[in-house]
C-alpha cells in the first residue's frame, strides 16, 4: 500500500504524550520528503515537522522543543513524538511523503488536547 497510513492519535489531557505513526510500503530512501501536517478546525492545514532528504529536520515555531520527528528505515515508518501538548495542538494529523514530484497523503489521525 503506497498511501500512508497514520495511527496513534487519541484524547490526552493538557502536559500529556502521544506518537503518532506514519506506515508506508515506500522504502524510506526512495523518499525525497516525509513531513507531518496537522489541520484544525477552521484553519488551513499547516506544516508542522518535515524530514527532507539530505536536508536537516525542521519545525513550526509553535512545536519547536516539543515534537520530534524520527524514522524507521527497516519498518518504512516516520513518527511524531508529540510531548507537553497543549490544547492549542488538537486537530486532524496527516502524514506526507514525496516520491519525485508525487505526494502521497494519509487519511488523517485526530489529536484531541484537553485542558
Known amino acids: 500500500q503506497v498511501q500512508p497510513v497514520e495511527s496513534g492519535g487519541g484524547l490526552v489531557q493538557a502536559g500529556g504524550s502521544l506518537r503518532l505513526s506514519c506506515a508506508t510500503s515506500i522504502n524510506i530512501f526512495s523518499m525525497n520528503f516525509m513531513g507531518w501536517y496537522r489541520q484544525a478546525p477552521g484553519k488551513q492545514r499547516e506544516l508542522v515537522a518535515a524530514?527532507?532528504?539530505?536536508?536537516?529536520?525542521n519545525y513550526a515555531s509553535s512545536v519547536e522543543g516539543r515534537f520530534t520527528i524520527s524514522r524507521d528505515n527497516a519498518k518504512k515508518t516516520v513518527y511524531l513524538q508529540m510531548n507537553s501538548l497543549k490544547p492549542e495542538d488538537t486537530g486532524v494529523y496527516y502524514c506526507?511523503?514525496?516520491?519525485?514530484?508525487?505526494?502521497?497523503w494519509g487519511q488523517g489521525t485526530q489529536v484531541t488536547v484537553s485542558s
Open positions: 506526507k511523503i514525496s516520491v519525485g514530484y508525487v505526494d502521497y
Open positions: 524530514m527532507p532528504r539530505g536536508g536537516s529536520t
